[in-house]
Every structure is written in structure tokens, then in C-alpha cells.
């Protein structure tokens, strides 16, 4: 993987709305805002990073499942998947007991990017599980709470839709500015928008539906995450320039 070392955000603070709207028509430009970022050449510190980990020889255990536990990791985190990034710090929480060790990443750090990946989704049922699946009694009502208030908002969704009304999800359109050298996995909010390749311009449709939204750009060659921004506020159109 190439590019530059460290990256950059930039957040814009708006308060004209509560929610971010990313309008479905490109040509309708009126109050775009714009984000930039610059690749990192290390990478960005996530856990996906797992997959360099030889966790049987990190822990000194001869259990055989932790012999393909970084990649499974890894590849939860680039799914995205929170119920497998849960389960996953569980089963390694495990082995750190029994050998008393820890590698580089952590099952502490895991299971708070499961959480957070989850609370970013805002699914019910993925919510749900991973509130099953967590240790801590503070985290695990909180992810109770956000669960029966998207379960509600998936029931409105429901009968809104069932009714002949238009979809009240918020669709946007995001236009990734891919000017690095690598080929890029776009994600918003824990979810997989597509692919912007190497100095080429992707726009692809959106549904975000928090006040803080969380982009992040993938490496497709190696899956190692290389830059991710915050958006705050209230756009019609967003576009993020990634050098």
C-alpha cells in the first residue's frame, strides 16, 4: 500500500439541521460541503489490522481456532460486521485469560470497535446480539436502549412504506475524489457504499441518517484502513477528496 504518512480531517460544524441529508440529485449543489483527507502510509489504527497477528504463538496457546482468529477478525471489521467483531473479542477475551497474554490487538479493543461499529449501523437486530454479547452492564443497556429506538424507527420505516408513502429514509449522494494511488473501499457509517479507483471520481447514493456521520476508505489490495473523517451537519451534497 502507498501514499502519505498520517491523514487529516476536516469537520464542518453546522446547525441548521439534526440530520445529515445527502441530496439523490448530483446537480442539485446548492450548500455542498466538501471533506479532505490525505492517505496514511502506516495505515490507521483499527483492528483489522488482526489479520498480521499469529495469535496461537502471541498467547503460546495450541488452541486451534485462534489460528485463524485474526482473519476473522479482519474480515468482520471489513464487512462490516459488529456481531463477528463481538463474538470474536469474546473468544479471544478467552485464550488471554487462560494464557495470562495479550498480543497487539486486544479483545478490549475489538469488542469497543464492535460496539461502536454496531451503535454506527443502528440495526436492531445487529444491536441486539452484540448487547448479548458484552460483559459490561453500562454498554450492554445503552445498546439495549439504541436497539428498541431503531427497532421503532425500522417499524415506522415499515408502515410508511406499506402505506404508499415514499420512503422516509434520507437518501444523498456522496462524490468520493479518489486522487491517490490506491484503489479505495468507501464506507459510510459502517456501511459498504463501493469502490473508488485510482484517480477516478465515484459518486454513489447514501443513506445517512445521524447528525456525525463516519466515512472511511479501505486499501482493496490489502484491506488495511488508510484514512476514515467525521461529517457534522446538514448538507445536500458531500464530497470528499481523498489524496
Known amino acids: 500500500m502507498t501514499g502519505f504518512k498520517g491523514f487529516s480531517a476536516l469537520c464542518l460544524m453546522l446547525t441548521v439541521a439534526a440530520t445529515t ?21 502506516e495505515g490507521v489504527k483499527c483492528c483489522s489490522r488482526a489479520c498480521t497477528i499469529n495469535y496461537r504463538q502471541a498467547l503460546g496457546l495450541p488452541l486451534d481456532y485462534l489460528s485463524t482468529l485474526g482473519q476473522r477478525i479482519h474480515n468482520a471489521r471489513l464487512a462490516p460486521d459488529p456481531v463477528g467483531l463481538a463474538l470474536a473479542a469474546r473468544s479471544l477475551a478467552v485464550a488471554e485469560e487462560v494464557s495470562g497474554k495479550k498480543a497487539d490487538v486486544t479483545s478490549t479493543e475489538i469488542m469497543g470497535e464492535a460496539v461502536e461499529l454496531a451503535k454506527r449501523r443502528a440495526i436492531s437486530t445487529e444491536l441486539k ?5 458484552v460483559s459490561d ?46 484503489c479505495l473501499r468507501i464506507y459510510v457509517d459502517g456501511r459498504y457504499c463501493g469502490e473508488a479507483h485510482s484517480g477516478q471520481t465515484a459518486s ?17 489490495e490489502d484491506g488495511e484502513l488508510v484514512t476514515c473523517t467525521e461529517f457534522h451537519g446538514h448538507t445536500h451534497y458531500l464530497t470528499w477528496n481523498i489524496y
Open 137 to 182: 452492564a453500562a454498554v450492554k443497556a445503552e445498546l439495549s436502549k439504541a436497539a428498541a429506538t431503531a427497532a421503532t424507527a425500522e417499524a415506522d420505516q415499515k408502515a410508511a412504506l406499506a402505506s404508499g408513502e415514499s420512503t422516509r429514509a434520507i437518501h444523498g449522494t456522496l462524490q468520493v475524489n479518489n486522487r491517490s494511488n490506491e
Open 204 to 220: 454513489f447514493h447514501v443513506h445517512a441518517h445521524g447528525h456525525s456521520n463516519h466515512l472511511e476508505a479501505y486499501c482493496e
Open 129 to 133: 446480539a452484540v448487547a448479548a454479547v
Open 21 to 41: 441529508v445527502w441530496s439523490a440529485d448530483p446537480a442539485a449543489k446548492e450548500g455542498a460541503k466538501e471533506v479532505t483527507c490525505k492517505i496514511s502510509e
